[in-house]
């Protein structure tokens, strides 16, 4: 479609949303009660930064389902993503969202060549999380054989992919090279899986991390972005020149600002990503901030496509960390830490990459009674945070005590998190 079209496309289905939105959700009609604006000043996507943002804070002020713009009846999928103490954000699908669902991740797929004599392997975890259930749908509009094969059990996992001859496949990028690691060690050959492509995201992923996954699997590695608050996977992809994302701009509508004054950055420069949902029907977020941070990219792909192109995410403007496909908030820790009577509530997170996966060590100072104490009693201590830190988060914490007062103390922000990783995110 010509862009000028797409963007005529884009300004009808901005103003049926923001209509919808005004009509149907208190929130958004209050807001723009407050800034003066009736729907009928959106005239075109021109006007968009006319329009109030809407944040992560939006939805868990209105938990969990008062930003929907459908009555309940209309809503047929629920998910959820994991976020700070307690307070998901929730997020519903009508049957015409999760078919635009499935048509948006029929893209991403077809852009990686694949058609419906194609057999899908999808280890995304199945659940809340969005990632399974939006994979399948995906595979499934295309009209491949889909296998759900969710995360975990990577014998089983290969046992699948030797047997099934699944042709590509959906998972983390880090666990894309678990599962190289598995036929090294038992000595597979590569030549015994037939997958051609995988499509890996919802976790940060670096240039030198593709080239090892793609050396190691055989198979072509695309990047594929998306976050539930949105759609779940599916928002932007990678077509065959691996150069850039692809938004699927007809349904959610990018823009990239700076973050500190909310105002639009010119293309190449890097901002925060923020998109309007300008046909979802049960949550159609306006101007949701990411946090995510990204680059518009200029000119059009070699590939044909008319779909402007956004830098992979370079990382987030919070302080939610990404540790094998999980977010974690330093809140959440810090939760947990105020739990325990044994440590004092300063803490620090250090975040490395082991081999494949994040590794995220805490550590926790001692109070000057348990400094002294056996070492047996500060096994049990750490135990038991690991063991707290491992229910809330759903992954393992190692916890390391520190002597009482070695951790910095800061008079402004403190700084809680390490991230040994980012060096080497591009
Ligand atoms: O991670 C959706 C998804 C599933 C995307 C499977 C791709 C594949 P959330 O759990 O809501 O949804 O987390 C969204 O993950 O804001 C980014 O910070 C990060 N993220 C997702 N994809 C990428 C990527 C899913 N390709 C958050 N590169 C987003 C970097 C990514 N970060």
Redesign the pocket.
Known sequence: MPREKLRELQSERLKTTVKRVYENVPMYKKRFDDMGLLPGDIKSVDDITKLPFTTKQDLRDNYPYGLFAVPMDDVVRIHA??GTTGKQ?VVGYTKNDLAVWGEVMARTLGAGGITKSDIGHIS?GYGL???GL??GIGSETVGCATIPASTGNTKRQVTILRDFKPTFI?CTPSYALTIAEFLEENSIPVSEISLKAG???????TAAMRKEIESRLKLKAY???????VI??GVAYECELQNGLHVNEDHFFLEIIDPDTGLPVPDGTSGEIVFTCVTKEALPLIRYR???VGTRMTGLCGCGRGFVRMT??AG?TDD?L?IR?V?VFPSQIEAVLMESENVAPFFQMIVDREGNADRLTVLVELTDENFSDEIRGLQEITADISESMRSMLGISVKVKPVPPKSIARFEGKAIRIIDNRKDVIF
């Open positions: 993503s994991s954000t995304y999380f969005t990632g939006g994979g959906l499509f890996f995201g919802a976790e940060p992923w990047d594929i972005y998306g976050l539930s608050e779940g996977p990411t946090r995510d992979k995410p987030r939610m990404i496909g977010n």
